[in-house]
């Protein structure tokens, strides 16, 4: 990967709070020209550096949470074999692998309802193997959600 | 909140997708006109049902990574107080309120270097008061993050 510039840390710092801004009103903000910020806008999109733009939604008010597993797979097994399966589920939102009591941390979109919510829970349980340990939460609020 | 209709929740889904659609490009996908979309976003905007339009980085090429928090709050304490605190604290990005063996579950930005990773999770931890059992996770990787 090049080095980064000052102006592109800039830039992601100012996408990260508001990804509708237009190429012109970046440039304003960054004192550049509207084509430079669109070439940097692609080389960051290119190096991966930004995976994607999206939005921050409200779950609560779309009538979903998330449920969030804690998993400690067995030492015999593969991780990243568990962590497959996992990923491929299309509930399982936030997959992240992590070194501490736990290997994974999984995300997943449940509904409100907390009946509902725990059956959708066992369904993606069931389909993993090579658990030790697990725990479940299921996430009441979220006072805050910022990526950076 | 008044209730949503099928194309507003289409809207999300694709907004959730690359959040820098414009409106004429929404106003295809959707079958619909510019106005109706741009009323809509705002809309949306207003309930809070979108908070934020924003990017997901990856942090590792930005030489990032999460360390998580998995927090029990001692039953003497209140969680919300907790909470308030390491919401306040700017390197906490994303701070979830949970039921289950945790009460608190907080992301927190650090750097990828291990040993100062480990001093900015002391800074945060030194600031709460009322810890029964906490646990610490080092992101080593996240192979999937969307939101909805």
């Known amino acids: 990967m090049r080095r980064m510039d000052k102006v592109d840390l800039q830039l992601i710092k100012i996408l990260s709070q508001n990804s509708r801004l237009t190429y012109r009103e970046l440039a304003e903000?960054?004192?550049?020209?509207?084509?430079?910020?669109?070439?940097?806008v692609d080389k960051?999109?290119?190096?991966?550096?930004?995976?994607?733009?999206?939005?921050?939604?409200?779950?609560?008010?779309?009538?979903?949470?998330?449920?969030?597993?804690?998993?400690k797979v067995k030492a015999t097994e593969n991780i990243y074999q568990v962590a497959k399966v996992l990923k491929d589920h299309e509930d399982v939102?936030?997959?992240?692998?992590?070194?501490?009591?736990y290997n994974i941390i999984a995300h997943v979109l449940v509904p409100k309802d907390i009946k509902k919510a725990q059956e959708k829970v066992n369904d993606v349980i069931k389909e993993i193997?090579?658990?030790?340990?697990?725990?479940v939460e299921f996430v009441s609020d979220i006072p805050k959600f910022e990526l950076l």
């Open 29 to 40: 903000m960054l004192g550049t020209t509207r084509q430079r910020v669109a070439r940097k």
């Open 44 to 71: 960051l999109k290119k190096l991966g550096i930004i995976r994607k733009f999206t939005i921050i939604p409200n779950l609560e008010k779309l009538n979903y949470m998330y449920a969030i597993l804690l998993i």
């Open 93 to 101: 939102k936030i997959l992240e692998l992590g070194v501490g009591k």
């Open 129 to 135: 193997n090579g658990i030790e340990d697990l725990e």
